[in-house]
């Protein structure tokens, strides 16, 4: 198993460029989420997945869509990127949040290091 | 809405000295869960614990859970430079939409 497989590692991108983090994961998990990482201030709820075909804003959703189109992937999209979404995007997973009554563990990927110039 | 806050944001101390992360919850938690983010990588889940006033421990990592079940802590006894690493604590969301909200991290420092 591959477990949660984040493309790319770096990206560098302009100011109002657009551009999709991949995320794929191969544990039938139905659970799926993406965080970003700043000095400072933890891991912050971007998005998050509780199934196909569903999805919620978390703490910080602004700037970001994703989708859900199969249990695998869980791609995040910046429509405009700008400098204060420099960052370092996780992706993780777990089995199910709502039928374990959010008891599973998050499995994470190694994170996309993104900078906005 | 809801916020889980850790402290100290950074500690650095000498190997063989104890360490101590606390995580305070603004709402009652079902549970907590703990992870642990090693330089350059990502948060890896280390334990949770789900009942008021447990405690648990994984060789010279002891964790806690309040009795109130709104604050935890994690103390590691006799530190080694191998403990280095940034230490999360993460509560489920207010609502009942299985979203995990972590702490703002604890970063150790262990000087050998």
């Known amino acids: 198993n591959a477990g949660v497989t984040q493309t790319p590692k770096f990206q560098v991108l302009k100011t109002g460029q657009s551009m999709t983090l991949q995320c794929a994961q191969d544990?039938?998990?139905?659970?799926m989420s993406w965080y970003r990482q700043d000095p400072g201030m933890g891991l912050r709820l971007i998005h998050y997945?509780?199934?196909?075909?569903?999805?919620d804003q978390g703490e910080v959703p602004n700037g970001y869509n994703v989708s859900r189109s199969t249990t695998e992937d869980f791609p995040l999209r910046l429509l405009s990127a700008a400098p204060s979404q420099t960052s370092v995007y996780f992706c993780?997973?777990?089995?199910?949040?709502?039928?374990?009554?959010?008891?599973?563990?998050?499995?994470f990927g190694n994170g996309t290091r993104l900078t906005v110039t | 809405g809801q916020q889980v806050m850790q402290i100290p944001q950074y500690q650095h101390v000498q190997e063989g000295e104890d360490f101590t992360t606390y995580c305070n919850s603004s709402?009652?938690?079902?549970?907590i869960q703990w992870y642990k983010q090693r330089p350059g990588g990502h948060p890896v889940f280390l334990i949770q614990?789900?009942?008021?006033?447990e405690v648990k421990k994984q060789k010279r990592l002891t964790f806690q859970f309040g009795e109130a079940k709104k604050n935890s802590s994690l103390h590691i006894t006799a530190t080694q430079t191998t403990d280095v690493g940034t230490y999360f604590c993460?509560?489920?969301?207010?609502?009942?939409?299985?979203?995990?909200?972590f702490g703002q991290g604890t970063t150790l420092q262990v000087k050998p």
């Open positions: 993780a997973s777990s089995y199910s949040r709502l039928r374990d009554r959010g008891n599973s563990p998050l499995h």
């Open positions: 544990m039938n998990h139905e659970y």
């Open positions: 997945s509780v199934g196909a075909g569903i999805t």
């Open positions: 709402t009652t938690l079902s549970n």
């Open positions: 614990l789900v009942k008021s006033g």
């Open positions: 993460a509560g489920p969301g207010s609502s009942n939409t299985g979203k995990l909200i």
